[in-house]
């Protein structure tokens, strides 16, 4: 007889959110602070607020850089400890409009951290544009300390989505 062991991925929020933009204003935000947050992130999506970098803190020791040369995302880093991933490129570049008060970091359940599990994603919103309601969102994806793909999920009516490969 074989055992089988389900699992659940682990989702994870940022707990503490740092935005720095042009003006060199800074402002903190811890994930409480919600309606703070989507104000926020309304405000750079629209233009409003020039941001230059944003660091979001994990409870799990994990950090996530956003990085924006001339309004333009430039790079999405995620740091645990000393190692380092970094999206790729040719990824960054059809990314724009992120809601950061939507990132989540999701990993196989059984480990305590995503940088020692065998896969982990990066999911936030996109878009200013609903869907039936929804905004797009994007995954991705890691699999042993390797960046493998980045898919877009759209609503396609009330009760379907549909994905493609960004």
Do not use: C
Request: glycine share 2%; net charge positive; aromatic share 14%.
């Amino acid at each position: 007889m074989t055992n089988l062991y389900a699992h659940k991925d682990r989702i994870e929020r940022p707990i503490h959110f740092k935005f720095i933009f042009e003006n060199q204003e800074t402002l903190i935000f811890k994930n409480t602070d919600k309606l703070s947050l989507d104000s926020i992130s309304k405000k750079i999506i629209t233009g409003e607020k020039k941001i230059v970098l944003a660091i979001l803190s994990f409870k799990t020791g994990e950090k996530m850089e956003f990085k924006y040369v001339e309004s333009k995302l430039d790079h999405i880093k995620i740091i645990d400890n000393k190692k380092k991933l970094i999206v790729p490129k040719l990824t960054i570049n059809k990314l724009q409009e992120i809601h950061f008060s939507s990132i989540a970091l999701l990993w196989d359940g059984r480990n305590k951290k995503a940088f020692s599990a065998n896969y982990f994603i990066i999911q936030f919103n996109i878009s200013v544009k609903l869907n039936f309601g929804k905004y797009s969102y994007v995954q991705l994806s890691y699999s042993n300390m390797k960046f493998t793909n980045a898919i877009i999920w759209r609503q396609i009516s009330i009760n379907s989505k549909q994905w493609n490969y960004l």
